[in-house]
């Protein structure tokens, strides 16, 4: 199993026009997609995957996000649309964020593999992604299902808070940080997602259950599902994934 933990992010943040700086002679690593509702902890477990298995984690938010935070000017009309549809917590619709994805299609070839985290998250982005796939002659390894009731995850969403440098996550209660409003890992500010405020949660939950909660189906109808309990810390989670994975049992 590879155990490279570099985690070259820039061209899956950044764009097509941007090299990934990865040593190209990875070995084969997993192709896995994270599926659960927002909130259920999947950024936080496709890091410690990554630490784990050294795949890259692969986030759309996180690309949105990088995109809002750039100058008015440097945004196309299609990703200022898109930041509208974020901070209501709505949906970035299918064609913008399929474009995304299609221009950082060399990650999702990557030999190193990937942990697709928030895509797909509707039955035509999934079908999408089994499309490109198949064209390349390549296919997911597992889809993961993090399962947890709603009210907890309502709570680990309110408390939930963000490195603005390196997108480390905490929470106030569950996994704060050593000082207060600073990141762990690089000192970075800490911030609350404008998406997590309470507003925004009942939309994003409710999106969840109409748009991405079919994916469940999608994906056990292909032999792909990997149920995981999504209950007691981050490491206990991360160990029950990792148990749960055929491809890493003995
Ligand atoms: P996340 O960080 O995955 O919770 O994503 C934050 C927000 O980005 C979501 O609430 C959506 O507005 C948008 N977004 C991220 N990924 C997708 C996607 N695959 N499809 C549509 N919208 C997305």
């Known amino acids: 199993m590879n155990l490279n933990t570099k985690n070259d992010r820039t061209a899956w943040l950044e764009g097509s026009s941007t090299q990934c700086e990865l040593p190209v002679e990875r070995e084969s690593g997993l192709r896995l997609v994270l599926l659960g ?87 035509a982005q999934a079908e999408s992604l089994k499309m490109l796939m198949e064209s390349e002659g390549i296919s997911l390894s597992a889809v993961v299902n993090y399962e947890l009731p709603l009210e907890e995850i309502v709570a680990r969403l309110s408390g939930r808070r963000t490195c603005q440098t390196c997108k480390s996550i905490f929470h106030i209660t569950e996994q704060p940080p050593r000082t207060q409003g600073v990141c762990d890992q690089c000192g970075g500010p800490l911030f609350q997602r404008e998406d997590d405020r309470p507003e925004a949660v009942t939309v994003r939950m409710e999106v969840y259950q109409r748009s991405t909660a079919p994916l469940i189906d999608f994906y056990r109808n292909l032999g792909l599902l990997v149920p995981v309990l999504a209950a007691g810390s981050p490491d206990e989670i991360c160990a029950r994934t990792l148990v749960s994975l055929p491809q890493l049992r003995g």
């Open 37 to 123: 509702a927002p909130g259920v902890g999947k950024g936080t477990q496709a890091h410690l995957l990554n630490q784990r298995l050294g795949a890259c984690h692969l986030s759309t938010g996180d690309v949105f996000r990088a995109a809002g935070s750039r100058a008015e000017c440097d945004q196309t009309p299609a990703m200022k649309q898109a930041m509208e549809y974020m901070r209501r917590g709505a949906l970035v619709p299918d064609a913008t964020v399929w474009e995304m994805v299609r221009e950082r299609s060399a990650c999702i070839r990557c030999a190193g593999g990937f942990i697709l985290d928030g895509f797909p998250r509707t039955l």
